[in-house]
């Protein structure tokens, strides 16, 4: 049956809102309120079939009620006037209107008052699509932010009008396996079979470990966002995913970009549980798609460096995460993305964009329509330019309103589920590209053509910044992201679909050629770390090596059945300075055992701060594979110190901070303690924010010459009571003597107190992506002059506060 559904408000029946008095009341009528409740049909989803009705009850006593309908752009569409409410609730159809997005205002007057509120919006869609492409995904993290289960009906029902047809979800390791062994899947689970029910394809992500797995860090705590050190409690939980929730959830995603905070830990960290997860997961399923953790923006050499460690055979599904400019998403896949892709020989591989989104922001008066409108645009723009690029799902972050540290708001849905303009945009984009496949676009300055369909069938375009009759000449002319028709052939700069497309234009660049690969399973699993080296913190990708002496790379082999090898050959490699003393070894596999190890030894004749590189290449029969560590040389000693790098700490040094923050925060530092006129001991440091936007706060002190000949720092950092302790990790940043900045890895560790100790070597600090002055040496210890802890993001809302507490700021002298 062809017929159009109304989405009203929050999706529900009954909704109450109060109206305040305007100015025109008297003092004492402004103190009143009134009530005016919105019902519809009787399933109590607001959603309207063509005879459906909206049904307005207002207050006993109001005595004149207005109700105006608007569309995207403002314009009145519908207005009902100067009516008595003494007969009770008002009905009118909706059903006429044709499809878009709308808000529904009503006015009722007592007495001298007028009393008006703005109802949340409501959309007026064609019918649903009886079966969703997965293509189109939404980000909804439903088992974290999805509310009870009557929100989550609401959700899902709203993402199948929308056309979703996959959607994202989270999952927290921590939670599901509290204890070794034995799994709860709780909400998750719920969740999944609700979403499966559906009809709707579903993909979920954990970026946390339980403290158990890392037996070796006492002071862990389960939930954060380091990784496991036991790879068989890895390969064990990814069993169990596959056993447990492989029948509803058939993606999983192992971390969230990796190559930020929500990684604390190395690209060979990341290595050894990829491969040990997907060992579990593809022992139980070999069907289930396992993607590698999305990059956050531009993959870079944190990627590079997994990629390195041969790890393209343990993941079916590259990923990608995109915040920027969708008019230079296919740039950006052309410099940053393609090219590793290539070297790493992934190329081939289905590609998923898992997370791009805009979020919005008020102007200086606090309206949002303009960043609602720009939201909806965005999003046409980004599944377009997503598909050109090769990508095989997109999914749109987010589905219901999130309000991501007071800075971005993100949501194509209002937290009451009413519709947002991108809601809309999506809805017609969905249906408008039903059954095409992508075939091809063109892309010239600021005009682009994406082209769905066939020759069979016809084209339809997506485009914005070129003249309609280039598109392709459509006699049906062109619609508008809301599904209006749009007047005139001069366009700008929000996307358009044109229909009806014959033939293609002659000039087109064609989709990549990527096909579903099931991956086949490794006989094999590798895992490998160096030995006695202590790595924390997120960023890093450099693991500290000492600069004289042996270096051992310990291997870890775990022979999977049906394999039959009795050994595996260990070929020992490394890059400049350092010699392998064991270049082959044979690693062998007794009689019964699955497990097996070889130790490639090293000498180290490298310069503090100098880089490089050690791996193994693995062969057994036919098959190989490779591990692969990047490494930095520091001060010997410190590398042998263990447990602290203060064993011989020099004296405490005395520094004179300031504050110093972006434009958006206020910040204040605090001296514990004053010596001899300087300010030593321990600095409180409080910021509040006084606008919105992206917040630092680093204070900043000159570095006293007696510390030219430290090799590193040692501090504590704590909450100060009553105060939030940053969400962001801290930082350490140098300023050297020709102003260039530098970022210095901290090792961190969360103390059982809620405290947490940093270490900081000098030598393995890099130049900072913001630094004007660029350096291709190690940085040179006597040149730095000032030193600075902090952090950067996650901005906050006007007047909130965030406030840590710096102790024991120590240096390490080197011999």
């Not at 290595?271 to 399923?285: D, E």
């Not at 998923?352 to 645009?377: C, I, M, V």
């Not at 042996?550 to 595996?568: D, H, N, Q, R, W």
């Not at 321990?682 to 570095?703: H, L, N, Q």
Request: with cysteine; glycine share 10%; hydrophobic share 40%.
């Amino acid at each position: 049956m062809n017929f159009k559904a109304v989405i009203i408000a929050a999706l529900v029946s009954g909704l109450v809102f109060g109206v305040s008095a305007e100015e025109d009341g008297s003092p004492g009528d402004r103190s009143e309120r009134a009530a005016v409740a919105i019902s519809g049909d009787a399933d109590g989803t607001f959603v309207f079939q063509k005879a459906a009705s909206i049904v307005i009850t207002p207050a006993q006593d109001a005595q004149l009620l207005v109700a105006t309908i608007s569309d995207v752009d403002g314009n009145e569409v519908r207005r009902f006037e100067s009516f008595p409410l003494t007969r009770g609730a008002f009905a009118f159809k909706v059903a006429d209107l044709p499809s878009g997005y709308y808000t529904l205002t009503v006015s009722a007057r007592r007495g001298k008052a007028t009393f008006r509120a703005q109802v949340k919006s409501f959309a007026v869609l064609e019918a649903p699509l009886s079966k969703s492409e997965y293509r189109f995904g939404i980000d909804a993290a439903l088992s974290w932010y999805g509310g009870s289960d009557q929100d989550l009906s609401r959700a899902i029902y709203a993402m199948r009008m929308a056309g979703v047809g996959a959607v994202r979800d989270r999952l927290s390791w921590s939670k599901v396996e509290p204890k070794q062994g034995s799994y709860t899947w709780g909400r998750f689970a719920e969740v999944a079979k609700l979403v499966d029910a559906a009809g709707m394809d579903q993909v979920t992500v954990f970026h946390d470990s339980p403290a158990w797995s890392r037996p070796s860090d006492p002071a862990s705590v389960s939930g954060d966002r380091k990784p496991s050190l036991d790879n068989a409690a890895v390969r064990a939980f990814g069993q169990a995913f596959a056993r447990d929730m492989g029948r509803y959830v058939h993606a999983i995603e192992y971390w969230n970009e990796q190559n930020g905070d929500f990684f604390s830990g190395t690209p060979l960290q990341y290595a050894n549980g990829l491969r040990a997860f997907g060992a579990g997961l593809w022992s139980v399923n070999p069907t289930l798609k396992l993607l590698v953790g999305a990059a956050s923006n531009a993959p870079g050499k944190f990627a590079e460096q997994i990629y390195l460690n041969d790890v393209g055979a343990w993941f079916s599904v590259r990923n990608q995460h995109y915040y920027g400019d969708p008019d230079l998403f296919l740039t950006f896949q052309s410099k940053e993305v393609a090219p590793l892709d290539k070297v790493a020989g992934i190329d081939s591989k289905p590609a998923w964009l898992t997370e791009a989104g805009y979020g919005l922001k008020p102007d200086g008066n606090g309206d949002r329509r303009a960043s609602e409108r720009a939201q909806a645009a965005h999003l046409v723009k980004t599944y377009a330019t997503a598909f050109a690029a090769g990508y095989e799902r997109v999914f749109y972050f987010f589905l219901r309103e999130l309000v991501e540290e007071g800075r971005n708001n993100w949501g194509i849905l209002n937290s009451d589920f009413s519709p947002r303009p991108a809601y809309v945009a999506l809805a017609n984009l969905t249906r408008a590209l039903n059954g095409k496949p992508f075939a091809g676009y063109s892309s010239k300055g600021s005009s682009f053509s994406a082209y769905f369909g066939s020759a069979d069938g016809g084209y339809v375009a997506v485009a914005w910044g070129t003249p309609i009759d280039e598109v392709g000449g459509a006699q049906g002319g062109a619609l508008d992201m809301f599904g209006r028709r749009v007047v005139g052939g001069a366009v700008g700069s929000e996307p358009f679909l044109v229909k009806d497309i014959k033939k293609l234009p002659s000039s087109l660049t064609l989709p990549d050629s990527r096909s579903a690969i099931t991956p086949k399973l490794s006989p094999i699993v590798i895992e490998s770390e160096i030995a006695g080296a202590r790595v924390a913190g997120a960023h890093v990708t450099e693991i500290p090596i000492p600069a004289t002496g042996g270096v051992e790379f310990k291997i870890g082999l775990t022979k999977l059945a049906p394999a039959k090898f009795g050994s595996a050959r260990v070929s020992c490699g490394a890059g400049p300075g350092l010699s392998a003393a064991t270049p082959d070894l044979d690693a062998q596999f007794p009689s019964g055992a699955s497990s097996s190890f070889a130790i490639c030894k090293y000498t180290s004749e490298l310069k503090v701060g100098a880089r490089s590189y050690v791996e193994a290449t693995v062969s057994a029969g036919a098959w190989s594979g490779k591990t692969y560590a990047s490494v930095v040389a520091i001060p010997s000693n410190v590398a042998r110190r263990g447990a602290s790098l203060l064993q011989s700490p020099a004296p405490q040094f005395c520094f004179e901070w300031s504050a110093r923050s972006s434009p958006v925060v206020q910040s204040t530092v605090e001296v514990g303690a004053v010596t001899v006129g300087k300010k030593c001991g321990s600095i409180s440091v409080t910021s509040r924010v006084v606008s919105p936007g992206d917040g630092w706060v680093f204070p900043i002190a000159d570095m006293p010459p007696s510390a030219a000949n430290l090799v590193g720092l040692e501090f504590e950092s704590s909450p100060v009571q009553g105060q939030p302790y940053p969400r962001k990790p801290l930082m350490m940043q140098l300023v050297d003597s020709k102003g260039g900045i530098w970022v210095l890895p901290l090792d961190t560790v969360r103390q059982q107190d809620g405290s947490f100790t940093h270490e900081a070597t000098f030598a393995r600090a890099m130049v900072a992506p913001w630094s004007k002055v660029k350096s291709n040496k190690p940085l040179d210890t006597a040149s730095i002059k000032q030193i600075s802890i902090g952090y950067a993001g996650g901005g906050t809302k006007p007047g909130d506060v965030v406030a840590f507490k710096v102790t024991g700021l120590r240096g390490v002298e080197g011999r």
